[in-house]
């Protein structure tokens, strides 16, 4: 689903990613951990399209990136820290949008079906600017999974959601695992990554540093491998 083969990321003199190799298969769930600044948000905005890699190949669904990035979108769901939403917009219009962007049809009942997935329903007519940074958040997941992509990318999804937001994140999360989506998510919370992912990659000096398998981890040994990659 995902293969990136020795890319390298730069932004001016620094180096980011220095030849990351990763590989997805379809129905993976794959934590990418790591530090603060190691380059987690830079490497999934590559595999977004957000971003162009320096050297490198990366193949998303199929197709190359950044050239045949089109096709790769309509393939994709993202949340990312830009949560990629129009202000003045209202939150249905801005689901509306996207589902005329992906060429849905009859897409009225299946945007309300997010919006209640996502708890928005009495607000599907305000404003976006005048939202929290929460409801922003869960808006955002609802844009992610509208179009049912075979490929999500999240990035530290969790981030300002209150107990019932991250609850209908861990729903959602399940649900789209079960149904046989390929994820890629980043998160600082080990503990929701551990209960979550079928893969853990560390990300680390520019390299993904160390891989294992949930069923290569002892239970609740998450941490002490993240360590180890880290030392290593
Ligand atoms: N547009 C940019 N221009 C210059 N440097 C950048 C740019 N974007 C990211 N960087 C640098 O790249 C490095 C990696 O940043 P990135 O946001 O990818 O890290 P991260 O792993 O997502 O960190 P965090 O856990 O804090 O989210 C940082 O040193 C950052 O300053
Ligand atoms: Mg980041």
Redesign the pocket.
């Known amino acids: 689903m995902i293969t990136v083969t020795k890319l390298v ?1 730069r ?2 003199y ?1 180096t ?1 990613l220095r030849g990351v190799d990763f590989e997805v298969q379809p129905g993976e769930f794959v934590a990418l951990l ?12 590559i595999l977004a399209s957000l ?1 162009r890699p320096s050297l490198g190949e990366v193949k998303v669904a199929g197709y190359k990136l950044p050239s045949e990035a089109a096709q790769v979108r309509a393939r994709l769901g993202v949340v990312s ?1 830009l949560p990629l939403l129009y202000g003045d917009l209202t939150a249905e219009e801005n689901l509306r949008f996207y589902a005329q962007m992906y060429g849905l049809t009859n897409y009225r009942s299946r945007i309300t079906e997010v919006l209640e997935m996502i708890g928005l329903e009495t607000r599907r007519r305000d404003l976006v600017r005048t939202f929290s940074r929460g409801m922003q958040q869960r808006l955002a997941i609802g844009r992610a999974v509208l179009h049912d992509p075979q490929i999500m990318l999240f ?2 999804p969790y981030t300002g959601l209150d107990q019932d937001a991250s609850t209908m994140l861990d729903d959602v999360l399940k649900t789209v695992a079960a149904q046989g989506r390929t994820v890629v998510m ?1 998160s ?1 919370d080990l503990a929701r990554a551990e209960a979550l992912a079928t893969r853990f990659d560390i ?1 680390s000096r520019g390299v993904i540093a160390a891989s294992a398998a949930r069923k290569q981890l002892k239970k609740s040994n998450l941490l002490a491998f993240y360590k180890q990659a880290l030392a290593g």
């Open positions: 990321k932004f001016g620094k980011i790591g530090p603060n600044g190691a380059g987690k948000t830079t490497f999934l905005r971003a820290h990035d530290e980043t600082h990300l």
